[in-house]
């Protein structure tokens, strides 16, 4: 991204977070992948121009278990167009996607969208689909799961296990929606309020929750740069410290690519910490790791190693999710 695009999405997610409505993908207006529904399948209607002219859909796709079933595609011009056509990369990103999302996983997913990411620097997100966060949408940069070549250093894999690591910790078991922000007594995540023993919730109290006022007064990149550097021991990466969602995204994403356990005592292995002691986390983690290593389709970067675990942006992208207001 150029250095205006960086300042406005930084500025734009430090204001969401302030009014407990985090958005890691921040875009300028409402209009975004949840709002695909009233698209019909020719893909001949005009149904991109609703969308923020920095993310492009290209194709929608309902997800059946071990396939992905094509819902419509969207009208598209250009490059974008012979992307839509390639399903062959659409099938082999979604390949990987089940090499590390486990089937009765995967049933939180009830669809795949299928974008282009170059104008907003976004490698990925995750939208929930049904109120009370049951299923969720994946979204996936063809133009950047290509760059180099596919998965070019782990990153698309790195995006994907963060994507995931999002669905796990927002989803029904660990979030409820029914419940709103005056009424939460835990951590609001936006999306609803944290269950008690939700692993969000016990990175929020125990590595949030003392500096929360502080990080509400963040009103500028300069902030953001000034808080992260003075409590960057706390975090697995620079990205991390943009919001607690994030947070426990790159924490998931760093637990799973990391070879090795926890190291040191400080408060961002702390978190990792809290990975290792939940049972099903682990058991994650190891079928994930175990895939990969088999796989010939990928491998797994070495943690921090993507090209903005230690930025809050600029000319590279990003990995990160969209939360619907």
Not at 90 to 96: D, R, T, V
Not at 143 to 162: C, K, M, P, R, S
Not at 284 to 291: A, E, Q, T, V
Not at 292 to 311: E, H, M, V, Y
């Amino acid at each position: 991204m150029k250095d205006t695009r960086r300042w406005k999405y930084i500025v734009i997610l430090f204001l969401s977070v302030i009014t407990l409505t985090f958005q890691s993908c921040n875009k300028d207006d409402d209009a975004g992948p949840e709002e695909n529904s009233n698209v019909d399948n020719n893909g001949g209607d005009n149904e991109n121009e609703n969308q923020s002219e920095d993310l492009r859909n290209v194709t929608l796709y309902k997800v059946d278990g071990e396939n992905i079933v094509k819902e419509r595609d969207f009208s598209v011009t250009g490059q974008a167009l012979a992307l839509q056509k390639d399903t062959q990369k659409h099938q082999e990103i979604w390949n990987l996607v089940k090499d590390i999302i486990p089937l009765d996983y995967r049933s939180k997913m009830n669809e795949f969208m299928i974008y282009t990411g170059e104008k907003s620097g976004i490698a990925g997100y995750v939208v929930e689909r049904t109120p009370d966060l049951s299923k969720w949408q994946m979204g996936i940069a063809i133009d950047y799961a290509y760059e180099g070549g596919f998965n070019a250093g782990g990153e698309l894999a790195y995006t994907i296990v963060h994507e995931f690591g999002h669905i796990i910790t927002l989803d029904i078991k660990q979030v409820d929606s029914s419940i709103s922000s005056g009424n939460c007594k835990s951590f609001f995540t936006g999306e609803g309020c944290a269950r008690d023993d939700s692993n969000i919730n016990k990175i929020y109290q125990n590595h949030w929750a003392d500096i929360w006022t502080e990080f509400q007064d963040i009103n500028s990149e300069s902030d953001a740069q000034k808080f992260y550097d003075k409590y960057k021991e706390r975090y697995v990466t620079q990205y991390a410290s943009t919001n607690p969602g994030e947070d426990i995204a790159e924490v998931f994403a760093t637990f799973v690519t990391r070879a090795g356990g926890v190291n040191g005592d400080n408060g961002a292995e702390k978190k990792i910490q809290i990975m290792y002691d939940d049972g099903e986390m682990v058991k994650l983690r190891d079928y994930i790791r175990g895939n990969i290593s088999k796989s010939s389709r990928s491998f797994l970067p070495a943690p921090g190693t993507w090209k903005n675990a230690n930025t809050f942006g600029d000319k590279n992208k990003m990995h990160c999710s969209h939360h619907k207001n």
